[in-house]
């Protein structure tokens, strides 16, 4: 008998990533799975036991991936500052505010539950409801303070997701219980697991007549989340975040969590901690999140934050009150680093700022040879696949509001490339609106630049209708993603936008025997077209929208008419004009910048 292959499989995976492990078709797996009464198409999210049953049939025997080697492939390392940490001596540890991440499917009500922990108003303030940043907040509960990490929960999220997780010492999973367990809940308890920190269920929306909690706890029970009640370890909590209802339990429950962990940092140790977000303010500069871990920042610090660094300038807590310093588990803003990091960079405190440029300066070295051995690697292969005639290419220009919506849109188009044949490639991704140098960069390499929460400025809007270079701002990173899925599979219909090409005003009005009613005009700018179309107003109000049926000027029919000179006008199903209507003629044109 033949012994079965052995396959490590995650907490969940696409049906994708199931056939890649398997060296195996999409199409084999997707056929298993209907056999079993799954229906699922290519890229949908499948749990083990599911994704068990295919490898089982494919002649693997599957196992469960320990949580410490899902940590190491989402992380790369232990992090930073739990190695400092390590390295305390246990007299110096004291008791620190615990630090939690809400997570959860997209829609499950985590910003509107943060929302009303806080007495804030989030939710109403993000495009479509959905999270588009990372943020973190402090609130008191019986004399004690806890930090929120509020992380997005969008499916294009998973990556920063992942790294909410890592820096967090509690998880609340939220989980609307009309619509019970979804892919994007399965996905965060791996990740909470992933990063060994203890979960609580928030059973949010409770005051809907279709709840039905004792379904989704058996649901939960099944994934490994058995309620404290059924003689299991996870506290669950049910409330309204809407009707603010069970807050109260629910940081009780964070707190008696909290309790049972050993929470703990040396205030006077090494001072390290995580980038929560970074942005360019345009009057202040870089403006910098920060979770201190470990350690008490102080303003005139110097620091290094991945390949940014400088001198804390001046440093700010949540609610935007200038402090001194700031303690473990304190999130805090600080103005003073010369570059953006990205979100999730470990930052660390060093002697000085001739020590931050020389490990500033040694870390873009580094990037800058892997960068460069990359390009060369992945140019011979583009050589010889144009070789083969089997490559395409999109490439894309990527400009984000802030590298907290920069990393997540480069992740989900990098795993656009796994999914299509034509390859998309970015040239250039960068948080800041779009400009000149941008569209030039565009220009000269055939790109498409797209643009998340940023605007192109005039000159780069009138270089980039010149340059013919197209130009699309999204405010919600989903619908950028779907469009660029759109885009490589030929299926995005061009926008079309009405250009103006000239102006007039009705002087007189004849009657024709054969034409009826016709306008005696004047061009007052650009030129007025035969084929064109035209709106009539009358005061601000459009009288009319159509078709020029005919335009003359004197007595023969003309193709156009330009400033300054006279014409007699007819419209197609039009004779109300009045004298001193105004006609707007226009055309239809492809839009290159939206």
């Known amino acids: 008998m033949t012994k079965m292959k052995t396959l490590e499989l995650p907490g969940s995976l696409t049906v994708r990533e199931l056939a890649q492990m ?72 004291s008791s620190r505010a615990p630090v939690v991440t809400i997570l959860g499917h997209v829609d499950h009500g985590k910003t509107t539950l943060l929302d009303a922990i806080r007495h804030t108003q989030v939710a109403e303030g993000e495009a479509g409801g959905i999270t588009q940043h990372i943020g973190a907040y402090q609130v008191e509960h019986n004399g004690r303070e806890i930090t929120f990490l509020d992380t997005p929960g969008h499916a294009a999220f998973t990556a920063m997701r992942a790294r909410g997780a890592q820096g967090a ?72 975040a809407k009707q603010k209802i069970g807050i109260e339990d629910l940081l009780e429950a964070i707190l008696l969590v909290a309790d049972s962990t050993s929470i703990r940092a040396n205030p006077a140790g090494k001072v390290v901690g995580t980038v929560i977000e970074a942005e360019i303010d345009r009057s202040k500069g870089v403006m910098t999140t920060l979770l201190v871990q470990n350690g008490t920042l102080q303003a005139g610090d110097a620091i290094v934050a991945g390949m940014a660094g400088g001198k804390i300038r001046a440093m700010f807590d949540f609610r935007g009150k200038r402090i001194r310093k700031a303690g473990p588990s304190t999130p805090v803003q600080i103005m ?14 060093v002697a000085n700022e001739k020590e931050v440029r020389a490990i500033v300066e040694e870390r873009k070295q580094k990037e800058k040879d892997r960068k460069g051995s990359i390009k060369r690697a992945s140019l011979e292969e583009l050589f010889a696949n144009f070789q083969s005639g089997t490559t395409q290419e999109l490439k894309l220009i990527v400009k984000a509001d802030v590298q907290g919506s920069l990393e997540p849109i480069t992740n989900s188009l990098d795993d656009l490339n796994k999914q299509q044949s034509i390859k998309v490639s970015i040239l250039h991704a960068e948080t800041g609106n779009i400009t000149e140098s941008d569209i030039m960069l565009a220009a000269a390499s055939d790109a498409v630049v797209i643009g998340f929460n940023v605007d192109a400025d005039a000159a780069a809007r009138r270089l980039a209708e010149t340059e013919e270079v197209s130009v699309r701002v999204y405010n919600i990173i989903y619908r950028l993603i779907e469009d660029i899925e759109k885009a490589l599979k030929g299926m995005l219909e061009p926008e079309y936008v009405e250009k103006t090409i000239g102006e007039a005003e009705i002087l007189a009005i004849f009657q024709v025997s054969k034409l009826g009613a016709i306008a005696g005009c004047k061009v007052l700018t650009g030129e007025i077209r035969r084929n064109a179309k035209v709106h009539i107003l009358r005061g601000e109000e459009t009288v009319y929208s159509g078709e ?38 226009y055309v239809m044109e492809k839009s290159n910048v939206l």
Do not use: Y
């Not at 490898?55 to 196992?63: I, P, R, T, V």
């Not at 791996?190 to 909690?213: G, S, T």
């Open 22 to 93: 398997m060296e195996a078709s999409p199409i084999q797996v997707i056929k298993i799975l209907m056999a079993n009464g799954v229906m699922a198409n290519i890229n949908q999210l499948v749990d083990f036991d599911t994704a068990a049953i295919v490898a089982s049939e494919m002649g693997f025997e599957a196992s469960l991936e320990t949580p410490e080697e899902e940590e190491v492939k989402e992380t790369g390392e232990i992090p930073l500052w739990r190695k400092m940490l390590a390295d305390e001596k246990d007299a110096d540890l």
């Open 169 to 240: 010492d509690i998880v609340v999973l939220v989980v609307a219980v009309n619509d019970g367990v979804m892919p994007q809940t399965k996905e965060a308890i791996n990740h909470a697991r992933a990063a060994k920190v203890p979960i609580i269920v928030a059973l949010n929306k409770i005051d809907r007549p279709d709840a039905n909690p004792e379904f989704v706890k058996k649901q939960l029970g099944e994934l490994g989340l058995v309620p404290d009640e059924w003689d299991g370890d996870t506290i669950m909590v049910p409330v309204s």
């Open 336 to 349: 003073g680093l010369s570059d953006v990091p990205n979100a999730g960079d470990i930052f660390e405190v």
């Open 548 to 585: 020029l049926q005919s335009l003359k000027h004197g007595k023969d029919d003309v193709r156009e008419v330009r400033k300054g000179f006279e014409c007699g006008m007819g419209f197609k199903n039009f004779k109300d004009m009045q004298v001193g209507d105004r006609i707007i003629c």
